[in-house]
Structures are given as structure tokens and as C-alpha cells.
């Protein structure tokens, strides 16, 4: 380890030194209990905080034997460590680190030195810590009797080796740390390591309250709570227009979706598909964990839809395998079968559902029943936001059953057979690749079909402790081999490998994960597939209901040929609604997403004094602001200071309104995505069609369906929006104030590019043609074998 790299100081290694004592620990009498707490916001999907120093019961620095820190949707962004026990009098080093799933160290703390602390005889310790602050505070309480007041004071916690005294300003009380270790240490489930603390928060647990939505008219919408509503009101309260989001994590799970009849009508007016696939007498099984409009949590259920949907007009005889969470109307029971899953047979049962397309073409909507699947709460997750702890049985259950449908299910008088293409979505679909491969292929069956896997977001990994892969999946060695990633399984790994092509939701994005910082631990592989020519990105579609000619919930319809008086009426008509002042000449931003960190909210909250102050540019302060959203509280709060710092001017959302987003993308002049990553985004899609010209981070999806204006020269005839480099306050400064000058100064530019943007095809026949191209390519193509030489898969 370097010093002055953020590691631990090199002393700190050193046996005999504080780090590593010598074995000092045996000539103390006695240990105590030490309990670990520090806020951090750095962790990505697939990361967590760990402890670790100069004591084995911290790893002594090794950080693959490090001690973890939790934490979960109440919590965050504190992490709290389990009770350790550390020798009494002995001064330990320690710091913090954060490592991906496989321990591989992603960051350390970045000061110089190591914190220290020294645990105190028969108390019980807390020490708390901030990311990157070497300062720390302690609390002790005194096991022995706990009528005892906690300690105050001095505590033994020392900084950079200097005692320091504690303080309380700024931090909680000790009670309020206790309490919150109690409930972590008591209620903490030891599977719940798989989803992103950052897509969680999206609504308190027991607040799924449905404000009633407005119908469409024009309305004075109350954002912020008056002084009568009290500074904590609810970001659901009464007060409110939204919609409930509890057990959503995005945004995109409460979008619509055109019927049948709509599709049809908007197709016949543009360009058909361009591509002729060969393959179309193939049938395609859809196996995904959720899918509109009876299952959808974020952006996937709507995707698999427009799947079943696409592949079905375009000639394919197509099924969808999904869980059966609830008893969904119109859905006949149809057979059943015993699948091996957690070293037992375990009864599942097969309804159907015919979803009729026209032309006598639709899609067999197949949902699989087990006990372990309905539940009351969410599709993954319970009441209290945790995960439900037999995940990996419920959708190991899922792939099983997908794997038998087609062999055994008499739909439409008889069964698909064993010439099919599996396209399996995110991890809860994970084992379809590997079952194939090991437990089909190997057996003569299904040697003609083939399998996509579709990561919509690598940082899911469906990854599990204290699993045996060849007795809970009954595999053998060789495909547990496949499914395991060190001490633990990961469904992701195992697709990974054995699926026969690997796609992404957007290009940059199937880049992006080839890399450390965006594989997720999983990089390696993703390479892997890339190398074999087996991996590539397609940018999802949008819906047909996202149309200006015929939304019926904006002010005034418009097209390309007379956008100008269309955008105007309805960006007044906004400002009315949410009360901003009723002014054309300012810049109209607008910001929709989830209140995280992910969302780049922090670097937008930074900006928002610069844009609203007038320093005689005649740019800024000429300028107004919509953000809406629901996520972290203090989040919430700064849109609430927002707007009353800046009445008139910003309005602040707490909450979500589809109706609210539509009139935005209607109304806004510019759409701001600071996002630090995102797959594939649709909202920048959505507001190209509404001529509102999208300010984004250059990163995934947003890469690839924004056209930036680099030079004006050059661009103007393609340009869509505005795209930043570097996820920071300055590049987000930067290609914004190029966007509302040119909105001032240069309005032809502007409304070139608006048209532009209102030219582009982001709907699903443009995306189709790139998966029917993938779908012929994999199904002439070898498929994919488990390769005991080179030559197995080149020959």
C-alpha cells in the first residue's frame, strides 16, 4: 500500500505499530464492543462500505477480509457495521473502504493518516464518521448497568493520533445512533445484498397514499407546504397532485403505454421498418420479472411489453413468460409441472392470458404460479423497502418454468417446440442462459434455439451469500463454476457467459461496462463476450403515445410545421399551472427523475443560485426552473428551499405527476439530465418530440440520443440538445449557459435544432430492425458452448 494515496499510512502496516501491534491483543485483558457508523454517498450499484485496520477482527488492512457495513432505504446514507469486539486500552488504526461484490477495492478514503480508536472496559462503543473526514465522534454506554447514562465528553477516539474532544453539533444524539443500530442489527436479513441503495427512497414505507390527480384543465398547483402545513409535511400529503410511488424505482414504471388501435393509426403515417428478417417463423419467449401493464416497477416492464408487443406485428409467434404476483383479470389456468430448485421438486402452475394485436397476431402472455410469489408488498421488495428474502427462489423458479413452457404448453392448440429464441431480461432471468447451456443442450434438447440476454442495468446483479449452486440449482460443477463469484453466486456472471449474444439498452452503454468503472465487478466477462463478437447496444424505443399531433393531456397539439405557437401556448400555460410568472422571454428549464445521487441532484442543486442570479450577461436571471421529484429527504428539502428561495421563479415538486411531465415536455424550453450514469434514459427521447431540447451528461444512452452542437457550423443541421463531459458543477455550467445564450441570442439556432429533435425517430419499429438483425445473426451462429479448448467455439 502507498502512502498519501488515500490507503492506510504505510506505519500503519507495520508489525509492532498501531496498525498491526504485534500481537498485542493477546497481552490485553478483556474486549469490548465497538460498533462502526459513517455516512457515505460514493457507493455505485453492486458496492458497499467496509471497515477495515489493524486488528483481525478488522481484516488487519487486508481489505478482502474487511468488516461490512450496512445499510438500507431508512438509513441511508448511513452505514453501520455489526458489533465488533476489539481489545480494552489497545489504540487500532482503521479506516474506511469501498469494494465491489468481488472485494476488489474501488476507493479508499482520500486524507492522509488513519483514524484510531480505543475501546473502553465494559462499555459499548459508537463511533461515527463522514466520508473523507477524518474527524470522528464516539458515544459509550455502560453495559453493565443500563440505567447508566452514556458517556459524554471525552471520548477515546482519537484524530490522526491526537486525542480529540467530542462534539455534538451537527451530529445525532447517541440515543437516535443506538436506536437506529438496533435496527439494523435486528432486523438486518442476511440476503439482502442485491439491490442499489440508490434506487430505493423513492417513497417512505407505509406512505402509499394516491393524491387525486387533476383532470386536464388549467389549474393552480400548491407545491411547497405554508407555514399552516408545518416544514415536514409528507412529499405525499393530501395537499398534493401525484400519483403513489411506493415500490417504484423509476419514474418510467408510471408512463402509459398507446393501445392497440393508436399504435396502428400513428405507424400508417411513418416511415416503415427497413429491415427483412429471415428468421421470423421462429417463435420468441420473453422471460422477464415484470411487464405492463400487469407488473412494472421501472423502465424493464415496459420494454418487455413493447417487446411482445414488436416481435408479434412483426410476424414472430411470441410468449411472455412472467411472475404471477396477483390474479389478473382474464387469465385461465393452463397446466403445471415440477421443477428442481432448492434441492427439491417444487409444484409451479402455468395461466394464460391471449393478448390480441389484430391480423391474428399477439402475444401468449404466460404467468408462472408458486406460493413464494404473490405477495402484498412490491415485486422484489416488502412494505419496510426490504428485499424479500427468498428472491433467488422466486426467480430461480421463473427461469425453471420458462425453460419447460414452450416444450410442454399447448397454447393455440399446440406447443412452441424446441426451435425458439429466448430473450431473457436482467438477472431474475439469468439462469435461462445457463439452464440452457448445461441442463438442455447437454441432454439433446433444445439444440436449435438460441438465447439474448438483455442487461437493462448491470448494477442488478442478483448476487447471493451462503448459496450451494450445485444443490440449489441441481448443476454440476463445471456450470457452478459459471454461476459463482467469489464467496457468493451471481446470476449476472453466469448469463454473462453462457448466453449466446449479450445486449445492452443503449451502445455507449454495452462501452461503458466493459470498463472498471462501469462493469460493476463484471467487466471481464462483458470483454469476454465482446471479443467473441457476441456483445452490442441497441437505445430502446419510446411508446406512440408520445406524440405532440395527439397527446391529449398538453394545452395545444403542434407539429413540426407550427411548434413555435404550439410550445409558446403551452409553456404559458405551465407557468400558469405551477404558479411561475407569467413571463416568454425566460429560459423555461425542467427536471424530472429521482431524487438521488444517480440523478446528478446534487451538481444541479449547485448551479441553481448561478442560474437564478443577474450579473448583467443577459443570460442568467433570465431564467425558470422546474425540478419535480421524490427520493432522499434532503433532496426534497433543497426543491423546497428552491422555490421559496426564488418565488415566481423555481418551482419545486416534491412528488410525481405524469399529467405534470407531460406539460413539461410540452412547455420547457430545455430538459436538464445530469445524470452520473444511465443506461439508456427515455426522458430525453420524450422531449426531443416536444421540441424541448435535452441538457445532458455525456454518459450512456443519453450519448447516444442526443446530437450535440459542438460547433454550430458544423452541427446546426443535426444538433438535438446540449451534451456536458465531467460529472461536475463547472462542465454542467458550461454547456447550459451555451444552451440559454443561444435560446437569447441566437434564437434561429435554437429553433433549428428544435426542429431537428422534432425530425428524430426514437420509437420502437427503429429499434426493432436492429434486434430482428441480432435475432438472425444468433440464430445462424454457432451457439454457445462451455469451451474445454479454443477450438469448441471456433470450429
Known sequence: LKEGEGSPAVGACRAGGRGLPGRRDEMVHGQASVVFLIECQKTQPGESVYVVGGHKALGEWSPGHAAPLTTNAATFPLWTSESIQLPVGQPIDFKFVILRANMTVVRWEGFQGNRTVEALPGAMMSVRSTWDNIKTTSSTTDVSDSHVPPATGMGMVKEGGTLMNRTTSGTISFEEQMETLTHTLT??????????????????????????????????????????????????????????????????????????????????????????PFNLSVPVVIVTSEIAPYSKSGGLGLVAASYSYEFARNGHRTMAVSPKYQHYEGIQYLGETRVRVDGQEQLVKYWHLWKDFGDGKGCDHIFVDHPSIERGGGLYNGADGREYGDNLLRFSLLSAAAMEAPLILHVGGFPYGDKVMFIANDWQAGLVPLYLCYKYRRNGCYPQARC??????????????????TEFFGIDQQAAADVSLGNCINLTKGALICADRVLT?????????????????????????????????????????????TDPKITRNFSVDNFVEGKAANKAALQKMLGLRQDPTAVLLGFVGRLTWQKGVDVLGDVVPWLMEDTGNGVTGHVQLIMMGNGEEKYANALRWAEGAYNGRVCGYVGFDPYVERRMMAGCDLLL???????????????????????????????????????????????????????????????????????????????????????????????????????????????????????????
Open 187 to 276: 432486523e438486518k436479513e442476511p440476503m439482502k445484498r442485491n439491490f442499489s441503495q440508490s434506487l430505493l427512497g423513492l417513497e417512505e414505507p407505509g406512505t402509499d397514499q394516491v393524491a387525486e390527480v387533476a383532470p386536464v384543465g388549467e389549474l393552480q398547483v400548491k407545491q411547497s407546504p405554508t407555514d399552516e402545513d408545518g416544514d415536514a409535511a409528507p412529499a405525499m400529503s393530501p395537499n398534493r397532485r401525484g400519483v403513489a410511488l411506493q415500490h417504484i424505482s423509476s419514474f418510467s414504471a408510471l408512463t402509459e403505454m398507446a393501445d392497440v388501435e393508436t399504435k396502428t393509426q400513428v405507424r400508417q403515417r411513418r416511415q416503415a421498418a427497413q429491415y427483412e
Open 452 to 469: 439474448m440476454y438483455v442487461i437493462h442495468n448491470l448494477g442488478y446483479q442478483g448476487q447471493y451469500h451462503s448459496v450451494k449452486p
Open 505 to 549: 439498452v443503449s451502445p455507449n452503454y454495452a462501452w461503458e461496462i466493459q470498463t472498471k468503472e462501469g462493469g460493476f465487478g463484471l467487466d471481464d466477462y462483458v470483454k469476454g463476450k465482446a471479443h467473441g463478437l457476441r456483445l452490442s447496444g441497441i437505445l430502446n424505443g419510446i411508446d406512440d403515445c408520445w406524440n405532440p399531433e
Open 673 to 795: 439530465m445530469p445524470s452520473q450514469f444511465e443506461p439508456c434514459g427515455l426522458p430525453q427521447m420524450y422531449a426531443q418530440m416536444y421540441a424541448t431540447l435535452p441538457v445532458v451528461h455525456e454518459t450512456g444512452g443519453l450519448k447516444d440520443s442526443v446530437k450535440g452542437l459542438w460547433e454550430e457550423g458544423r452541427d446546426m443541421d443535426t444538433a438535438t440538445g446540449f451534451l456536458f463531459c465531467g460529472f461536475n458543477e463547472g462542465g454542467l455550467k458550461h454547456e447550459l449557459y451555451r444552451a440559454m445564450d443561444i435560446y437569447h441570442h441566437r434564437r434561429h439556432v435554437f429553433k433549428k435544432m428544435q426542429e431537428n429533435a422534432m425530425r428524430s425517430n426514437y420509437y420502437w419499429p427503429t429499434a426493432m430492425d436492429e434486434y430482428e438483425k441480432h435475432v438472425d445473426w444468433t440464430m445462424e451462429g454457432w451457439p454457445y458452448r462451455k469451451a474445454e479448448s479454443w477450438w469448441t467455439n471456433h470450429l
